[in-house]
């Protein structure tokens, strides 16, 4: 039949999109690699918006199995999702294929318990390990490598109290990575700093500890409207000005004032009762572009004032229910604040 | 062709086409072009006529960047929309009006570019109003085919 493809061009087609695959791994593996991971971690594994995998300090250091859960579970609220419609076959080839980038077996852990004392081991985490990974083991500041940091310096201090890690990492692994630190990378080897096998059990179980504040199951997404809408007293003209000056006492700066469907219709047809009013604070935009690359979702800032039926309304998305779409709790905790700051800024024009 | 033959040939173009579908981190689509900046850039803009939108407008959102340290300056946020379209949702919707024109940021990784959006087809979580269902189900459509269509150009 002429409107089918015939198998052979199936085959080419099947052979070019698999490609460019390394001699010897897995087919399977390195489309599903690319289909899932590839976005975010980089096609050769160098990283981007999320963390390098290929690096040998990594690989050498976790299992399978902890590669394995951290597909299934992923980071919640670490911009790494949960991968759970994969099936453990496919999770099982991507790890195949993510493995073939180092030339070191795979370490193997076993699942004994680390037998600690947690109350000793935080009082050594706050001296030794807080530094990197927070004070409450909340981890390194941003994602990936893309504005985050400097490729050069592409360990990102992992979040320990995260449900994904903990669900992931077994004690014996955790303790081996004390043991013998990250080569290449901030993480030393506490034994080789004098450490003892006490208190590496002792951190063992602190770290473990975290473990029963934490859930691998999404937070729920917060209700409510999904926009900040504010009816105001003033006409449209002096509304728009209203709100240029809230934002301004906001220490934004306005970067444009345009109507709603401008470019949208031809130049002279545009609805001229709504307006946007567009701000940006810059170093705010740089904070937040380090949090998340993704943030330019949320950009630039804006406030749209509109006149219907003789009624006049401000009216701005309401960034703590927007960011929910990108399991980031840095950037939850930013957009609280600007939700906060487009209410102000919405009421002030409005008063 | 014979039967088993067609068969096949259907079951290997669906596992293809399966195969190349958008990645989803989360609630976003987002794909990486190997294509640099400026050509990605132009795909995309492209692609997302070719679908049926009007461009409405370019956002620079990365001056300063450079200021700032970072090493790229190649930052945009592309707005988009059926006039037509956006005037009927909205008159009827107006707690959409912010959320529009709709909208994809690209943005420069050393010499590729990755695009992304948050997927409409999750404001329903937002709009849970059951006319705009299945509007924001084809602009989530709409979203994969023309990030599907930056994704393979070459």
Not at chain 1, 105 to 116: E, K, L, Y
Not at chain 1, 158 to 184: E, F, V, W
Request: proline residues 6%.
């Amino acid at each position: 039949m002429k409107t089918l493809p015939s198998l052979v061009t199936m085959l080419v087609l099947a052979a070019v999109y698999v490609l460019p695959v390394r001699a010897g791994t897995d087919v399977t593996g390195a489309r599903l690699y690319a289909q899932n991971c590839a976005v975010c971690h980089g096609a050769d594994g160098h990283g981007g918006v999320g963390v390098p995998l290929a690096l040998p300090a990594f690989l050498d250091s976790v299992s399978n199995d902890y590669l394995r859960k951290t597909i299934r579970y992923g980071r919640p609220g670490r911009v790494m999702p949960s991968f759970a419609q994969l099936s453990d076959a496919q999770a099982a080839s991507i790890v195949r294929y993510i493995r073939a980038w180092s030339k070191t077996p795979a370490p193997h852990f076993s699942n004994a318990p680390v037998r600690g004392d947690a109350e000793r081991g935080a009082r050594l985490y706050a001296v030794q390990c807080a530094a990197c990974h927070g004070a409450d083991g909340s981890g390194g500041r941003g994602t990936g490598v893309t504005f985050s940091r400097p490729r050069s310096l592409p360990i990102i201090a992992p979040a320990l109290r995260n449900a994904g890690l903990l669900a992931a990492a077994s004690d014996q692994m955790i303790k081996a990575t004390l043991n013998n630190g990250r080569a290449g990378t901030p993480m030393v080897s506490f034994r080789q700093r004098g450490f003892s096998a006490r208190d590496i059990d002792d951190l063992v179980a602190y770290v473990r500890s975290f473990a029963s504040a934490t859930s691998t199951t999404p937070k729920a997404s917060a209700a409510g409207p999904a926009a900040l809408i504010f009816d105001s007293p003033y006409n449209l003209e002096e509304t728009v000005k209203n709100v240029k000056q809230a934002a301004a006492g906001k220490n934004f700066r306005i970067i444009r004032v345009q109507y709603f469907d401008q470019g949208l219709v031809p130049k002279g047809a545009e609805n001229t009762k709504r307006v946007i009013v567009y701000f940006c604070n810059f170093p705010l935009l740089n904070t937040a572009l380090t949090i998340d690359p993704r943030v330019g979702l949320f950009l630039p800032c804006r406030v749209t004032i509109v006149e219907h039926a003789g009624k006049v309304q401000v009216m701005s998305i309401d960034p703590k229910r927007l960011s929910t779409l990108f399991n980031n709790e840095e950037l939850d905790r930013i957009c609280d604040k600007m939700t906060h700051l487009y209410r102000d800024i919405l009421e002030e024009s409005t008063l | 062709m014979s039967p088993p033959s067609r068969r096949a040939s259907w079951i290997l173009l669906i596992t293809l086409l399966s195969g190349a579908l958008v990645a989803h981190a989360g609630d976003l689509l987002m794909i990486r072009s190997a294509e640099r900046f400026p050509e990605a850039m132009m795909t995309l803009q492209n692609a997302i006529r070719a679908h049926g939108y009007t461009l409405s407008r370019v956002q620079r959102v990365d001056l300063g960047l450079t200021r700032s340290g970072y090493k790229t300056d190649k930052y945009r946020v592309v707005f988009f929309g059926k006039a037509g379209e956006i005037h009927r949702i909205t008159a009827r919707h107006p707690e959409l009006i912010s959320y529009l024109p709709l909208k994809l940021a690209i943005f420069a990784e050393g010499d590729q570019t990755l695009v992304v959006g948050a997927n409409p087809g999750r404001f329903s979580r937002f709009f849970p109003a059951p006319d705009l269902q299945g509007i924001f189900k084809r602009w989530e459509h709409d979203y994969r085919a023309i990030l599907e269509d930056v994704r393979h150009a070459e």
